[in-house]
């Protein structure tokens, strides 16, 4: 299905308002006005795509968790989960892209509500992959891909608010070892 250029400009144009907004308002005091002035686009044009500042940012989430599902899922999963070093170098190098935003999303009480959501499809996605490669049950699939996305964004919060004080390799290695150590009594 072939996307219209205007309407991926559009969508871009109103990310990055987000983004640029976010650093200096909360989110509750981010209108569709100021939105859509900030990213040079027509209040209508904003609501022929979305139905309201939470319905934009509900897609901004999706996009985040689809992106985060494919950097996991792009080899078979076995083979990820065997050299968990690519998976995390996939992920660090996502959330680098716009670091200040990710970072910002990931500890910000304000914006807890999005993170939980991209964790939660990150989640089901994950389970859905772990169900198809690993011959286990939706429940412990579901378990396995809740347990390693939690305790990967539990460290990263941790990582980036300083409060904990590790070097990026000793960081990857606390959160390889963790994660397979909790995997292994499912996925033999």
Do not use: W
Not at 117 to 125: D, N
């Amino acid at each position: 299905m072939k996307i219209d250029k205007r309407v991926q400009r559009t969508k871009q144009s109103l990310k990055k308002s987000f983004r640029d907004l976010s650093k200096v308002h909360k989110y509750r005091d981010i209108t569709v006005k100021e939105l859509t002035d900030n990213a040079n686009i027509n209040r209508k044009t904003f609501y022929l795509h979305y139905d309201s500042i939470d319905d934009f940012v509900n897609t901004f989430a999706d996009d985040m968790a689809n992106q985060l599902l494919e950097i996991i899922v792009v080899k078979p999963l076995y083979n990820t989960l065997k050299h968990p070093d690519d998976l995390f170098d996939g992920i660090v190098d996502y959330f680098e892209q716009s670091r200040e935003f990710y970072s910002f999303v990931i500890t910000s009480d304000e914006y807890s509500f999005l993170s939980r959501r991209v964790e939660r499809l990150v989640c089901e996605g994950f389970a859905d992959a772990l169900k198809d490669s690993f011959n286990i049950t939706q429940i412990d699939a579901y378990i396995s891909a809740s347990f390693m996305i939690r305790n990967t964004l539990m460290l990263f919060r941790l990582y980036e608010k300083g409060q904990v004080q590790l070097t990026k390799d000793e960081f990857k290695d606390r959160l390889i070892r963790l994660n397979q150590s909790g995997l292994k009594t499912f996925l033999n």
